[in-house]
């Protein structure tokens, strides 16, 4: 219970520290190599192909599905807001909102779909909305709670003897994405209570 409590404590200290709290996009993304934001969501998306390949797959997978899709939409909104964007060949908007179809599916069929648009954005095809669509809505609190919870874990592992420092890199730059998106739901969540 306790180690549960100190990596949580330790999320929302590290989402205070690391995000700024403001809707468009901070001025240290460009510190962020655009690479290392494709090459993590490249990741998310083999892991969601092999769990959407089939039904039995996909009903064991569901929750990790919904989770990694949230997470996807994060990246693919941090891909779109990234100065060097345009020169990549990945969509970071067709991504971002492959990945909410993704994280909405209510079974294999929607699934399967969905994963058509995400391999059409990785493609750099632009099959998007032209919406805005706030950070905090890409990933419920539940979702970005547990995906952080994890990639804390990995983290700390890591810090004792790390097999794969580019992947612990990647693992950290996810929680810095994520708690811009924490910020913006607890700013939500403060002013829904002070009304």
Not at 24 to 53: C, F, G, R, S, Y
Not at 101 to 111: I, Q, R, V
Not at 114 to 119: E, L, P, T
Request: hydrophobic residues 40%; negative net charge; proline residues 4%.
């Amino acid at each position: 219970m306790r180690p549960s409590f100190v990596s949580l404590f330790l999320a929302f200290l590290c989402a205070g520290i690391l995000i700024p709290v403001f809707a468009e996009a901070p001025e240290n993304l460009k510190q962020v190599p655009v690479k290392d934001l494709i090459t993590e969501a490249n990741q998310q998306i083999e892991d969601v192909k092999m769990w959407t390949a089939s039904g039995d797959t996909y009903k064991e997978k569901e929750d990790d599905i919904r989770r990694t899709a949230g997470v996807l939409a994060v990246l693919g909104q941090a891909i779109q807001d990234h100065p060097e964007a345009k020169s990549q060949k990945i969509s970071g908007m067709g991504l971002r909102d492959a990945a909410l179809k993704l994280a909405k599916s209510k079974g294999p069929t929607d699934s399967v779909n969905a994963m058509k648009d995400i391999q059409a954005a990785q493609e750099g095809i632009p099959n998007m909305r032209k919406t805005f669509t706030a950070r905090k809505d890409l990933i419920g609190m539940d979702d970005l709670m547990h995906v952080v919870n994890t990639l804390n874990a990995k983290l700390r592992r890591s810090a004792r003897r790390s097999r794969d420092p580019e992947a612990d890199s990647r693992n950290a730059l996810v929680i810095a994405m994520l708690s811009r998106t924490m910020a913006e739901q607890g700013e939500d969540y403060l002013s829904e209570e002070a009304e």
